[in-house]
């Protein structure tokens, strides 16, 4: 029951948006939704409390093919910052601004970017690739996210201004190429800099959203100072170069830890 704890409080958090949702909008859909978000992801922790080496994976496929797959393809909901521009300006409070509220502007104060290391369709691709762990030092591009993250504004309100009619046809069109776009561009990035999560690092536009409020997550991987031996192993295994030997708030890259738990996993003293 103790290896249980933590997953069935992330299922009860997710059960609980799904609930309110699903009364508040009047829509089933909401219930089976961040149901099968919440029983995914609290699945990845389990096994991964369990010990199974691929437990973070199955959680990302899970997750990510169902929101790409379903919710982008089939349901034609644009999923990606250009759809919660679009929904945010024709004032409608359902699909990809609920999904932003939730997994990306008030989620990460209790669980930071574990959205990142869990249910991103375009991470769930790029951590694939064999730099799992970065082998360069890390760039100095972190402003090119800003870039992107107004170009989807700009673009979004291009289109209302202009008046542009089938915006909606244009939207699921933006979710085809932009996702083609950002899985090329990660992909060219992850070889060019040897490192898998150089996309989510120098040009994910989400990450605007994520980082300010990953500050003041509850959820956050601490160092008991005791049993730590200063061997290095965590900041190596990495995939965002946080030091989590530091519990403080301002620590090296501390607001892009995605909760991938590769440090608790290869700490030798079990300090994390």
């Not at 738990?261 to 003293?269: A, S």
């Amino acid at each position: 029951m103790k290896k249980a704890f933590l997953p069935l409080i992330l299922l009860a958090v997710f059960e609980t948006v799904a609930v309110t949702l699903w009364l508040a909008q009047n829509q089933i859909f909401y219930l089976f939704n961040f149901s099968y978000i919440g029983i995914s992801v609290s699945l990845g922790v389990f096994l991964f409390i369990k010990r199974y080496r691929h437990a973070r994976r199955i959680a990302q496929l899970l997750v990510g093919l169902y929101m790409l797959v379903y919710l982008g393809l089939i349901c034609n909901e644009n999923m990606q910052i250009e759809g919660f521009w679009y929904y945010l300006f024709t004032g409608v409070f359902e699909a990809a601004t609920i999904h932003y509220a939730v997994a990306k502007i008030f989620g990460p104060l209790l669980f930071g970017r574990g959205w990142c290391g869990y249910a991103c369709w375009t991470a769930m691709v790029l951590d694939f690739l064999p730099y799992k762990v970065p082998e360069a030092p890390r760039k100095t591009i972190g402003w090119v996210r800003y870039v992107t993250f107004s170009a989807s504004l700009i673009f979004v309100s291009a289109l209302f201004f202009a008046q542009v009619g089938n915006i909606e046809k244009i939207m699921f069109w933006a979710f085809i190429i932009g996702n083609g776009l950002y899985y090329a561009l990660g992909i060219i990035l992850a070889f060019a800099f040897r490192d898998n999560r150089a996309f989510c690092k120098y040009i994910c536009p989400i990450t605007v959203f994520l980082k300010p409020m990953s500050y003041f997550s509850l959820l956050r991987i601490k160092c008991d100072k005791s049993k730590c031996i200063s061997c290095g192993i965590c900041k190596k295994v990495c995939p965002m170069e946080v030091d989590v030997t530091d519990n403080s708030r301002k620590r090296t890259n501390g607001t892009e830890c995605i909760l991938c738990l590769e440090c608790v996993q290869n700490c030798p003293r079990g300090a994390l």
